[in-house]
């Protein structure tokens, strides 16, 4: 165990300090744009930079990686997002905002990178991949909790708050650059396109391209409807951080849930669950009954943070090992497409209903994605139990990068195996 904690301390502390910074900087800015009366569809562009900066990044800053080290990366990164973030205070314009968002992203994508990299490389024989992986997890919603709750003490019209983003956007260089471990290499890794892994599994990835739309309207959009209902900063707070853990607290259970039960059906039943908790939700607020809104948002946040999971898993059942680098890199981009769309839908609904069109709009892709997973179980019969691979539990954020490092180390031990084929034995599910 003390090995353990001695490999991946300094990573995770850093991980940890600088998420907690980003998390904090997300819900600053869509309340700064909803205090001075800019469109909410500037705000949702501020969420589609960051996306897209994030896939950019994933994408191509590998080569940047393998040329410099990752403690040189990580340093670069970090600086990358700290200015990105001070210069939100010298001009206030929505375009250049926008801009600055788009450099943040690219600057977040490295770090997550270098950290996920370090996590996985560091156990060579497998044997720590499922706790590592539950730490990370743990670590990214914990952080965006804490970041979340520290809004309690900002006032967002002052430089208080972009100072202490950059504030942990810099201290978060300090574990990584003074730490003795030394760091893994990276390898070469190649993708192939979303339109195979839809082929592969409609189902998982519609369940990824409709998770994106959800969860980028809870990250870029849900914090301008709380502020259009009238809510305090204090109020925003507790209910994003609610959200957050909810994520958190329901991964478990879900992922216990997804080996027992066939994946598609684990999926149906989180839609209508979670279908259910939004509008519940929604009547609860108008109804003004604070602690049952409370306890279904965090419900709602649970079920509609382990949609992406499950979309993974029903995926990456049907494909070898070695294809986990591809299947999962297309999802992401399904994932990273429907993230970019989602808060424009989501200003839009807002536009033609005020804030209760959040929550329309959370209930119309649920129904969608309901119906088409209904739909595709009627096409084809469904991947055995007993045939599963054990649940495993990410971010989609993660998911991009944590699936090249699987082909890397699969890649390792099979040297000499060039190509890359997907399994035969595809099913359309």
């Given at each position: ?6 490999l ?7 991980y ?7 998390s ?11 205090d001075?009366n800019?469109s909410?569809y500037w705000t949702?562009?501020?969420?589609c930079?960051?996306?897209a900066?994030y896939v950019?990044?994933?994408i ?12 040189r990366a990580h ?5 990358l ?6 210069l939100h205070?010298f ?8 801009l600055?968002r ?5 600057g977040?994508a490295?770090?997550c990178?270098v950290?996920q990299n370090w ?9 720590l991949r499922?706790?590592?992986l539950?730490i ?10 804490l970041?979340?709750?520290?809004l ?8 208080m ?10 201290l ?13 290499a ?12 839809f ?16 969860l ?25 951080t609610t959200?957050i ?6 991964q478990y259970p879900?992922?216990?849930l ?20 939004t ?9 003004d009954c604070?602690?049952?809104f409370?306890?279904l948002?965090?419900l ?15 995926t990456?059942d049907?494909?070898?090992p ?15 497409v429907g993230?970019s769309?989602?808060p424009f ?5 807002m536009h ?9 709009l ?9 119906c088409?997973?209904f ?12 045939h599963?691979?054990a649940?495993?539990?990410?971010p989609?954020?993660?998911?991009l ?9 699969k890649y390792r ?9 997907v ?7």
């Amino acid at each position: 165990m003390l090995q353990f904690i001695r490999l991946f301390f300094s990573p995770i502390l850093s991980y940890f300090i600088f998420m907690t910074g980003s998390s904090l900087l997300l819900t600053v800015l869509a309340l700064v744009f909803h205090d001075r009366n800019i469109s909410v569809y500037w705000t949702a562009g501020l969420t589609c930079a960051y996306y897209a900066g994030y896939v950019i990044s994933a994408i191509h800053v590998e080569k940047f990686i393998v040329r410099v080290g990752f403690i040189r990366a990580h340093t670069t990164f970090a600086a990358l997002a700290t200015l990105s973030t001070l210069l939100h205070i010298f001009w206030f314009n929505p375009f250049l905002w926008i801009l600055w968002r788009f450099t943040y992203g690219v600057g977040l994508a490295g770090l997550c990178l270098v950290t996920q990299n370090w996590f996985l490389h560091s156990d060579s024989t497998g044997h720590l991949r499922g706790r590592m992986l539950a730490i990370y997890m743990i670590t990214m919603y914990a952080s965006q909790s804490l970041g979340q709750y520290l809004l309690r003490f900002m006032e967002i019209h002052t430089l208080m708050s972009f100072c202490m983003v950059a504030f942990c956007t810099s201290l978060c260089v300090i574990p990584v650059s003074t730490t003795k471990i030394t760091a893994p290499a990276c390898a070469h890794y190649t993708i192939f396109g979303l339109k195979k892994v839809f082929e592969i599994s409609p189902s998982g990835t519609f369940g990824g391209l409709c998770s994106g739309v959800l969860l980028g309207c809870i990250y870029g959009m849900y914090p301008n409807a709380l502020k259009s209902w009238e809510h305090s900063l204090n109020e925003i707070s507790t209910f994003m951080t609610t959200v957050i853990i909810g994520g958190m607290l329901l991964q478990y259970p879900i992922g216990k849930l997804a080996d027992y039960y066939e994946r598609r059906c684990v999926l149906m039943m989180l839609v209508v669950a979670c279908l259910a908790c939004t509008l519940l939700a929604l009547i609860a607020h108008q109804l003004d009954c604070r602690n049952v809104f409370l306890l279904l948002t965090l419900l709602w946040g649970g079920l509609t943070f382990t949609i992406y999971p499950v979309s993974l898993n029903l995926t990456c059942d049907l494909v070898q090992p070695n294809d986990l680098l591809s299947t999962t890199g297309g999802l992401m981009v399904a994932y990273s497409v429907g993230a970019s769309i989602g808060p424009f839908l989501g200003a839009g609904f807002m536009h033609l209903w005020g804030p209760q069109g959040f929550y329309i709009l959370f209930m119309l892709i649920l129904v969608v994605l309901g119906c088409f997973v209904f739909y595709r179980t009627h096409q084809r019969v469904g991947l055995p139990v007993q045939h599963q691979k054990a649940f495993t539990s990410l971010p989609a954020g993660a998911a991009l990068t944590i699936s090249r490092i699987f082909a890397r180390i699969k890649y390792r031990k099979h040297a000499g195996k060039s190509t890359i084929k997907v399994s035969g034995e595809q099913k359309n599910i």
